[in-house]
């Protein structure tokens, strides 16, 4: 007998009804997977590498989420191949934040640094080239690029670097401030708190949690 929680009540069910639900499951990730295979199938036929580049991170995402990392550090690496050939840096930086959210996944925390790192270079960049999707606005890029702060910042925290994390959750809570961005707001107080707690400053970590 199998249990599962439902609105806060515990269900039980069969070995032959979880036996389906797995099945099921399993069915409709197998199916998600097979359709963005046969998009980048397609685009690649009709050679529309922009598509292609687009259908890379998607696959990819879809094997992040599946905790497919090492597919998806390849299909990411794809995406940012097909970026450089195409010399679209805001495809290019999004490849990079997809890599380095594929090597947080993988625990490797330096490695992800640096893709951080190359996602906020990226952003830097003159993007006035067309893009495979319709352009971010200044605002959305902004908080993209806070957004990236804040990876790094955890990224630090997971090595022991309290105060480099610091420095960059606190740019991270700048942005997502200025920006009115709630979800980013309570994220960047609560690693904050987490972080300045590691630092020793008890004081600090309370009133950062205090805020969320």
Known sequence: MYTHTC???????????????????????????????????????????????VAHGHLG???????????????????????????????????????GLTKVSLGRHEEAIACFEQQLAAMEQDTTTTSAKKPMTSDETTMEKGRAYGNLGACYDALGDYEEAVKWLEKYLAVSLSQREVRDQDRAYRELGIA???????????VSLSYI
């Not at 069969?14 to 397609?42: D, K, M, P």
């Not at 036929?45 to 580049?53: A, P, S, T």
């Open 61 to 99: 995402a879809v094997h992040l989420s599946l905790g497919n990392f090492i597919h998806a550090t390849k299909c990411y690496s794809e995406q940012l191949e097909r970026a450089r050939d195409l010399k679209d840096a805001a495809l290019e930086a999004q490849a990079h934040g997809n890599l």
């Open 7 to 53: 609105v806060g009540r515990t269900v039980y069910i069969s070995y032959e009804l979880h036996v389906q639900y797995v099945r099921r499951v399993c069915a409709q990730r197998c199916n998600v997977v097979c359709y963005h295979l046969q998009e980048l199938s397609i685009l690649q036929d009709i050679g529309d590498m922009r598509g292609e580049c």
């Open 196 to 206: 300045y707690k590691n630092l020793g400053s008890l004081q600090q970590a309370l």
